[in-house]
């Protein structure tokens, strides 16, 4: 790495504590952008110096300034972030990061302000904001579920709703339903737990609680859904991928008057019979171009969790990649 060009960034205000959050516990942030960018950097006084070549040098300034903004604001800081804008920067989509890092779409019983994280994360939510019916698509840790969550929370509050209905298919993932304890409804319960848990994240464990004993939230297991008109309601259709075809078109012709439906899944991640299709890509696939009908795909740069698993999920696609061209040249 040549060290010849070198700038300095300089912080005028809350210096030392701007650096803090800047460098992160022992320094984690900057050895990553320093790592992801392949400069130098250094603390020098008041001046943060970067040393490297001119292009490694004009991302690492832009992803740092962009992180004083965010400091300045009292944003979070973490590795996510820092590689998320990152990537961003490299493809000249700079400018579309502020707004989605800042705007409140909910806020959690404990007073926590959600905001998205990502570019995509914003045109999911606008896309379920536009449409009735949004079909979201991309691996685990991408915050489909979550969102979709938050708006139902939101849209209940405002009395944008008069019920929040959450359902997902109860489809064993390697585990049989009769070796479970209890009856029916103890036995989907592990099924349906992601969905408590983000309730009660929003609203607390008694609101939660009372809505439920209301009938105001509910959540079943996806045949609980046949037979009913769905009017007047947020639902919220989870882990869609493990639907069949005939179990997403009994979902989807259950869509009633001022509802908003939005079906979430990881087509990836199909935990359905052998030779079973997905009724979520098979909907997807049908009802493409339907007005009122939106659909997002989020990708691997959409990963908000420990950014280890956007590692994870980056592997395993590009084993399945290699399997597939594999499997081509045979």
């Known amino acids: 790495m040549c060290l ?12 030392m504590d701007a650096y803090i959050a800047l460098f992160g516990l022992n320094d984690q942030n900057i050895a990553m952008i ?13 001046h943060l110096v970067i040393q490297g070549d001119e292009d490694h040098l004009s991302v690492a300034e832009q992803t740092l ?62 896309t379920i904001r536009k449409n009735t019916l949004t079909f979201a698509v991309g691996p685990a840790g991408t915050g489909k579920t979550y969102l979709a969550m938050a708006l139902s929370v ?51 464990a008694d609101s939660y609680t009372r809505l439920l004993e209301r009938g105001t939230v509910e959540v079943a297991p996806l045949a609980y859904m046949r037979g009913r008109t769905l009017s007047d309601a947020y639902i919220i259709l989870d882990e869609a991928q493990n639907t069949t075809s005939e179990q997403m078109k009994m979902f989807l012709t259950r869509i009633g008057f001022n509802s908003k439906v939005i079906v979430t899944g990881d087509i990836t991640q199909t935990d359905l019979p052998a030779g079973k299709k997905s009724g979520l890509g098979e909907a997807i696939r049908i009802l493409q171009g339907i007005p009122g009908i939106g659909i997002v795909e989020l990708t691997g740069k959409d990963i908000v969790r420990h950014e280890l698993v956007q590692h994870i999920v980056e592997a395993y696609a590009a084993s399945e990649k290699e399997d597939h061209e594999g499997k081509g040249t045979v």
């Open 154 to 204: 939101m849209a209940l509050k405002n009395k944008e709703a008069e019920r929040i209905i959450l359902t997902r298919p109860a489809v064993e993932a390697g585990e049989k339903l009769g070796f479970l304890p209890g009856d029916l409804a103890q036995k989907v319960d592990p099924y349906l737990r992601p969905l408590y848990d983000a309730m009660y994240d929003f609203m607390g």
């Open 4 to 15: 010849a060009d070198t700038r300095e960034i300089v912080l005028t205000a809350d210096t």
């Open 34 to 46: 320093e790592q992801e960018c392949s400069v130098s950097i250094a603390l020098r006084g008041n």
């Open 65 to 126: 300034q962009m992180l004083f903004d965010m400091i300045s604001r009292n944003e979070y800081v973490d590795r996510v972030r820092i590689r998320y804008i990152i990537s961003m920067i490299r493809e000249g989509s700079a400018d579309r990061i502020g707004e989605s890092l800042r705007k409140v779409i909910a806020v959690t019983h404990r007073g926590k302000q959600i905001t998205c994280k990502t570019v995509g994360q914003q045109n999911y939510i606008d």
